[in-house]
């Protein structure tokens, strides 16, 4: 049983940044499919970012070049730095693992964007 706790989201000024974690117990990140997904009001949950066990990244073209995931050493937390941020960025952020042909998702944090 993989669980997950994010952190980290807030009300934050456009252009400002913040770092979302997801801390995980019974999972080493580095070794499993970890993504961060946003849900906006009204809007469907969108991938933000993923990355995979031999260390590949994706991000979403609307976050690309802003936006940077990581692990860290022990592989029990994954990160999100969020720079750059806009209106457009505001929505509930969860993380997410796929392990073993099963996905587990963190509650979500918040993040709000607005001056």
């Known amino acids: 049983q993989v669980q997950l706790v994010e952190s980290g989201g807030g009300l934050v000024q456009p252009g400002g940044s913040l770092r979302l974690s997801c801390t995980a117990s019974?999972?080493?990140?580095?070794?499993?499919?970890t993504a961060w997904y946003r849900q906006a009001p009204g809007k469907q949950r969108d991938m933000v970012a993923r990355?995979?066990?031999?260390?590949?990244?994706i991000y979403s073209d609307s976050v690309k070049g802003r936006f940077a995931f990581s692990i860290d050493n022990f592989g029990s937390t994954a990160y999100l730095q969020m720079n750059n941020l806009n209106p457009d960025d505001t929505a509930l952020y969860y993380c997410?693992?796929?392990?073993?042909?099963?996905?587990?998702w963190g509650p979500g944090t918040q993040v709000t964007v607005s001056s």
């Open positions: 990355i995979y066990p031999f260390g590949a990244t």
């Open positions: 019974g999972s080493d990140l580095r070794t499993v499919i």
């Open positions: 997410k693992v796929n392990k073993e042909a099963m996905e587990y």
